[in-house]
């Protein structure tokens, strides 16, 4: 089966020809030097795009398993912690964390919201927490939030910060050493354009002392970071002095795709592509205005990466992405919870945020609500979009 789609999707998206092209090599042995090269490479590039001089450790399959290695790894049977939920995807740590015996609580807010910084400090204030988790870019509902009051005020109470940046990584800024992170999580198939396959964890230093104080073993192997702890070893090459152990057999060919999608994000430069994924973000969510629709989240919150777009009353989210499909070549999913029938979320991150695919979106909007018989102002929605394009490229010309 072949899909020719373009996946406008909350996850995965599309990967660009160079990624694929990168994967089109024969099978090569691990232990081979030039594979250790790449492989060291490969993961000094993704530090450098999670903004951290810490360790990022690769944990194969998908957001969730990255989520549940650094969860089992520092909660232990019977801990507390609080996680910020405004949205489907805080639930998922807080799966994991009861999973490992620990004892989840949530700030529980309305999916979309500013959080409730009072609210939440009177919350950590309330309890002793070992863990304080925050979904950075909450994907069910198109919010990004920030996280360097959150990690600051963790810390203050002697918490641990563990930031999901599943659907942020590359398309919004993620400082994570600035902002002073515990634990960073994502993945290759949202903002970063790389094969699914692969969640990364970064590990900072309160983090590493918190999995070696323990009073219980970890109940994972192969998901217990420590086992992937970098080692002092004299002969490790390029100038390093550590070499990275492998906690599973490595997937030479997704570390491939993976060198190729990272050395394309530091081609681009990050500031670049921060401004490009708001400037994108910003043109669908006006054009999203002009058909007369409304974004789930809050304006100020509103993410670079992903808009919940909610229906006009009478349109379900099922016929809607019939006709997003079939008549204009789009995927994507509908919004969940509450809002599965009701919404439909657009993903705008790495190679799909540009305006071509934008102005084709905003197209199949106008199209698919005109032809299941909603009344709106046909073209005010490419027209709005146009209009932020228009704005960018007087602030800063294009030089050709
Ligand atoms: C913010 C967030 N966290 C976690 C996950 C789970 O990741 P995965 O589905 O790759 O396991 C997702 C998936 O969309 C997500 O958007």
Redesign the pocket.
């Known amino acids: 089966m072949q899909s020719e789609d373009i996946l406008m999707c909350?996850?995965?998206n599309d990967m660009s020809d160079r990624v694929i092209r990168a994967m089109m090599r024969p099978a090569a042995a691990p232990a081979t030097e030039e594979f250790q090269e790449l492989y060291e490479r490969t993961l000094d590039m993704l530090a450098q795009i999670y903004q951290t001089t810490g360790e990022v450790v690769p944990i194969p399959?998908?957001?969730?398993?990255?989520?549940e290695a650094a969860i089992s790894s520092v909660v232990e049977p019977g801990d507390r912690t609080l996680t910020i939920s405004n949205?489907?995807?805080g639930g998922?740590?807080m799966h994991i964390i009861n999973g490992v015996g620990g004892k989840p609580e949530a700030l529980q807010e309305p999916w979309g919201s500013v959080i409730d910084m009072d609210a939440f400090a009177t919350k950590l204030a309330s309890g002793s927490y070992k863990l304080v988790t925050l979904?950075?870019?909450?994907?069910?509902s198109g919010a990004v939030y920030q996280a360097e009051e959150i990690a600051r005020l963790a810390h203050e109470h002697g918490a641990l910060f563990l930031l999901?940046?599943?659907?942020?990584l590359a398309g919004a800024d993620l400082r994570t050493d600035e902002w002073d992170i515990d634990l960073v999580?994502s993945?290759n198939?949202?903002a970063i354009g790389a094969p699914?396959g692969h969640?990364h964890v970064v590990v900072g230093e309160r983090a590493w002392q918190v999995m070696e104080q323990r009073s219980t073993p970890c109940g994972t192997v192969f998901g217990n970071l420590m086992t992937w702890k970098s080692q002092v070893d004299p002969s490790a090459n390029s100038g390093r002095t550590k070499k990275r152990t492998y906690g599973v057999f490595p997937a030479v060919h997704l570390f491939y795709a993976m060198h190729e999608a990272f050395t394309a994000v530091l081609e681009e430069g990050l500031a670049p592509r921060f401004a490009r994924h708001l400037l994108n973000a910003e043109a669908f969510r006006e054009g999203v205005f002009g058909l007369g629709l409304r974004p789930l989240a809050h304006p100020d919150v509103a993410s670079p990466t992903?808009t919940c777009v909610q229906l006009p009353e009478g349109i379900t989210s099922s016929e809607f992405l019939y006709h997003f499909r079939h008549d204009h070549g789009l995927f994507t999913l509908p919004g969940l919870g509450d809002f599965q029938d009701t919404a439909v979320r657009i993903g705008h991150m790495g190679v799909t945020a540009t305006p071509r695919n934008i102005l084709h979106t905003l197209h199949a909007f106008d199209h698919i609500l005109y032809r299941l018989g909603h009344l709106h102002d046909r073209g005010a929605g490419i027209a709005r979009a146009e209009e932020i394009y228009q704005a960018a490229e007087q602030a800063a010309p294009v030089t050709v």
Request: glycine share 16%; hydrophobic share 35%; with cysteine.
């Open positions: 909350p996850g995965p399959g998908s957001g969730r398993s990255g989520l949205g489907h995807f998922v740590a979904v950075h870019n909450e994907t069910s999901d940046a599943v659907s942020s999580v993945c198939h949202k699914i969640a992903v």
